[in-house]
């Protein structure tokens, strides 16, 4: 596996499931993001974690909760979902959390119904 | 007003058309921008990269600043289907990646 791996790629759940998306980096970066791609809408940075320490979180609601055990992995746990968070979610990697260029997976495709 | 906007297109070329794609935005503070390419069921991927006003070319692409204006354009030339794909404006105040403002994106298609 090379670069930034996502699984699933599609996820439908229902509003009171609990689920989780994974993300995996393959580059040796230390940091690790979560964005939220919805149709017709910019891309939404929701965490950032910069050596497996979250330095990010944009005001993000909690039933979306983050976990990064070590610099190449990064979860998010997904709980009590509303129809609106169906989306498509983006992880992200870079050098390090100051740094300009990030590599992105290739997303998780999630309908909450 | 939104900090960044972008025309979500479809933008429907023929094939070795120049194609332009366009942002503006309003934060004048802003000195890093960015073009990220995003295929169908793909992630983003980072196509070209400025720093403050001027031209840069690589290939095919050729990405333009004009902060005046704050105005950025990207410009293919000779576009192939492969060309095929949604663009991302991004721009930042820091260059760091945690502080990008993304663009809706412009949705383009060549066709033979």
């Known amino acids: 596996e090379t670069g930034v791996t996502q699984t699933p790629r599609h996820l439908v759940m229902g509003m009171t499931n609990k689920k989780s998306l994974k993300c995996e980096q393959h580059?040796?970066?230390?940091?690790m993001y979560w964005y939220k791609q919805s149709a017709k809408k910019p891309l939404e940075l929701m965490f950032v974690?910069?050596?497996?320490?979250?330095?990010e979180n944009n005001s993000v609601p909690s039933r979306f909760s983050p976990e990064c055990p070590n610099s190449s992995h990064l979860f998010l746990h997904l709980h009590t979902l509303q129809p609106e968070d169906s989306a498509l979610y983006l992880c992200?990697?870079?050098?390090?959390?100051?740094?300009?260029?990030?590599?992105f997976g290739p997303g998780t495709r999630l309908t909450v119904l | 007003q939104k900090e960044v906007e972008q025309d979500p297109g479809p933008l429907s070329v023929p094939e070795g058309a120049i194609v332009s794609l366009n942002c503006t935005y309003s934060n004048s503070a802003f000195q890093y921008f960015m073009w990220y390419r995003q295929y169908s069921r793909k992630g983003p991927e980072l196509l070209m990269y400025t720093y403050s006003s001027g031209n840069k070319e690589d290939g095919r692409f050729t990405a333009q600043v004009d902060k005046s204006s704050k105005y950025i354009s990207l410009f293919i030339r000779d576009s192939q289907p492969s060309d095929s794909a949604t663009y991302l404006c991004a721009m930042s105040e820091t260059g760091t990646a945690s502080k990008l403002t993304f663009g809706t994106g412009t949705r383009l298609q060549v066709t033979l």
């Open positions: 992200a990697s870079s050098q390090r959390g100051d740094t300009d260029t990030q590599y």
């Open positions: 974690y910069n050596f497996k320490e979250q330095t």
């Open positions: 580059l040796g970066h230390n940091a």
